[in-house]
């Protein structure tokens, strides 16, 4: 398809772990991006990866990049009330230098 | 300054009217992204300005949009006759470079209310 797909919610208890699925839609995207959103603020780039990797880990956060099903999946470890907010995919097409096609974002609550 | 800046922050106008919304990128950021977030949707691509080339304004939804920067610093967007469909947050962002990988830093936005 043409659209970055995201689920639309997740709740996790604090503590737990969240994984965030998306599903981006060309095979030969170079960088694959999550931004976090909270409310009333601008997205913030949590972090991202480059298509020849299949997996980043920065503290807390682990990457998995399945490029054959385009698939990018981002875990939270010990996931806290503060990681409440809105995460999004989003992909960088071959076709363009600078462009960032985003998902509609996966609202993640975090429920003490 | 220390991050991307907008203004207004909210933006209430009627049918018809106006409006332009500004930004002030980060000191020294040659590229300056638009984006439009219409309610419960991703981010969609307005306009982007690298130094001195020409703006790539192919995501501009009408003629209607038109957007302007001065050189390295200050950009406006501007929507004229403003229509209902055109209510949403509209962000911009800036980076150090232009192309590939680079990280965008974003402002909070501005939120388009047409009533």
């Known amino acids: 398809g043409e659209d970055v797909e995201q689920s639309l919610f997740l709740s996790v208890r604090e503590g737990d772990s969240s994984v965030i699925n998306c599903t981006y839609t060309?095979?030969?995207?170079?960088?694959l991006y999550w931004y976090k959103q909270e409310p009333g603020a601008g997205l913030q780039l949590l972090t991202y990866i480059f298509s020849n990797m299949d997996m980043k880990q920065d503290q807390r956060l682990t990457v998995l990049l399945n490029k054959k099903d385009k698939h990018l999946s981002l875990r939270i470890a010990d996931t806290q009330t503060g990681d409440s907010a809105i995460y999004f995919c989003a992909e960088r097409r071959p076709d363009s230098s600078y462009k960032l096609i985003f998902g509609s974002g996966t609202r993640l609550l975090v429920r003490p | 300054g220390a991050g991307v800046s907008q203004s207004p922050s909210n933006k209430v106008t009627e049918k018809g009217k106006d409006v332009e919304l500004r930004c002030d990128p980060i000191s020294g950021h040659t590229a300056l992204y638009w984006y439009r977030q219409r309610l419960g949707q991703g981010l969609e691509f307005l306009i982007y300005?690298?130094?001195?080339?020409?703006?790539?304004k192919s995501g501009l939804p009408s003629d209607r949009f038109s957007a302007e920067r001065t050189g390295e610093s200050v950009s406006t967007l501007t929507i004229q006759r403003t229509q209902q469909e055109d209510s949403a947050v509209y962000l911009c962002?800036?980076?150090?470079?232009?192309?590939?990988?680079?990280?965008?830093?974003f402002g909070s936005g501005t939120q388009l209310s047409v009533l």
């Open positions: 060309d095979s030969s995207s170079t960088y």
């Open positions: 300005f690298q130094g001195n080339s020409a703006p790539d």
């Open positions: 962002a800036s980076s150090s470079k232009g192309g590939s990988g680079e990280k965008l830093f």
